[in-house]
């Protein structure tokens, strides 16, 4: 079939909005229509080359949709089904997966840095020549075939623009403190970078009962965004950003600290702001090859922990169903996320809007 889909070709050349050729669904597949996809900056890290993949490539790996087909073999998900898609699939079989650790499963992770399916092939193409699947899902396009493991059901009742959140933001950032950190009730702590992860994080903070939620970012509106889903102390980045919180925790540092930029001078700050027998979050994504200077006599000598959380150490079949519910009791105020909504056509604009810090978080909608 024909799809309109976002390409992308090399770092620093824009998004091409093209018309590809979209192979059925195989054995164990399944064929979704696209609803809603989040501008993510993740995607934006091809753009930059801070995120390097095989090309031509369809970027997009926070979305919703519904399910139009299945492959031969697929037993859990049926046509009709509302989903959200899942860009870290899991077999259910090997080491990291029987021991809770679903996102680190070994089995996909070949595939997903080749932008294969499972077979080492593609399902797109465009003049008879393959085009690559980011992160297993490629849903800056109209319809996607995605691994059955990548459609997790959740209920009608919830806006697809809502799932498409909780497949990537929501689940990154609110599965870090939740699963990962198990932060305590009645602790400090501290968020920086308060984009739609970052956000995210705050929101399972104050889920958790933090007691002091206190939000950094560079930009002024975002900073006093962060109020709206709980910080309790927006600051705006400055050098004395360390000795700010320091003195909003009576001179110790915050219990935990969350990393949701990806920059390794802001992950050395957060080791600083960590007070002693801390725990720092590692949440951002930093840039292929770089590194991060974290001394090891201060981690060993005041008993910091430093760990990093990837898609919020989640088990999506469990969490996603979970965030949904929470939203839908009120719990979880995913609608503020929503800054803006685009199309297809208008990708580039969403990610001028996104680097300018204004915005919470962009979707495409799809018609």
């Not at 992308?8 to 399944?30: D, R």
């Not at 994080?201 to 962060?226: E, H, R, Y």
């Not at 580039?348 to 962009?362: F, S, V, W």
């Amino acid at each position: 079939m024909k799809i309109k889909a976002a390409v992308f070709y090399e770092p620093g050349v824009p998004f091409q909005v093209e018309m590809l050729e979209l192979a059925a669904p195989q054995a164990g597949e399944v064929l979704v229509k696209v609803a809603a996809a989040g501008v993510c900056h993740s995607d934006w890290h091809l753009m930059t080359g801070a995120t390097r993949h095989v090309t031509p490539v369809v970027p997009g790996h926070e979305g919703a949709g519904v399910v139009v087909q299945v492959g031969e073999g697929v037993s859990r998900i049926r046509v009709g089904d509302h989903v959200a898609l899942n860009w870290a699939p899991s077999c259910g079989r090997c080491f990291y997966c029987l021991n809770d650790r679903p996102s680190l499963c070994a089995a996909y992770i070949g595939p997903l840095w080749a932008g294969t399916m499972m077979d080492g092939t593609t399902r797109l193409s465009h003049n008879g020549q393959p085009v690559y699947h980011f992160s297993a899902l490629a849903c800056f396009a109209e319809y996607v075939v995605v691994p059955e493991p990548c459609c997790i059901p959740l209920p009608q009742e919830v806006p697809l623009p809502i799932a498409a959140l909780i497949g990537c933001a929501v689940t990154t950032g609110v599965g870090a403190v939740l699963n990962t950190a198990r932060v305590k009730p009645g602790s400090t702590v501290a968020v920086y970078g308060a984009g739609g992860v970052g956000l995210s994080i705050i929101m399972g903070a104050k889920l958790a009962g933090a007691s002091q939620i206190i939000a950094i970012d560079t930009n002024k509106t975002k900073a006093d965004l962060a109020r709206q889903f709980g910080a309790t102390h927006p600051l705006l980045a400055s050098r004395d950003t360390t000795a700010a919180i320091r003195q909003l925790t009576e001179g110790r540092g915050a219990d935990y600290v969350f990393e949701a930029i990806g920059l390794p001078q802001v992950q050395e700050q957060c080791l600083e702001a960590a007070r002693p027998g801390g725990m720092v979050v590692l949440v951002g994504v930093s840039p292929m090859g770089s590194g991060t200077n974290l001394p090891g006599a201060i981690i060993t000598r005041q008993e910091k922990t430093v760990t990093g959380s990837y898609y919020g150490s989640a088990n999506t079949a469990r969490d996603f169903p979970l965030y949904a519910n929470l939203y839908r009791a009120g719990q979880l105020p995913l609608d503020g996320l929503v800054s803006r909504t685009y199309s297809l056509e208008q990708i580039n604009e969403a990610y001028a809007d996104m680097l300018t810090g204004h915005i919470a978080r962009g979707v495409i909608l799809f018609p």
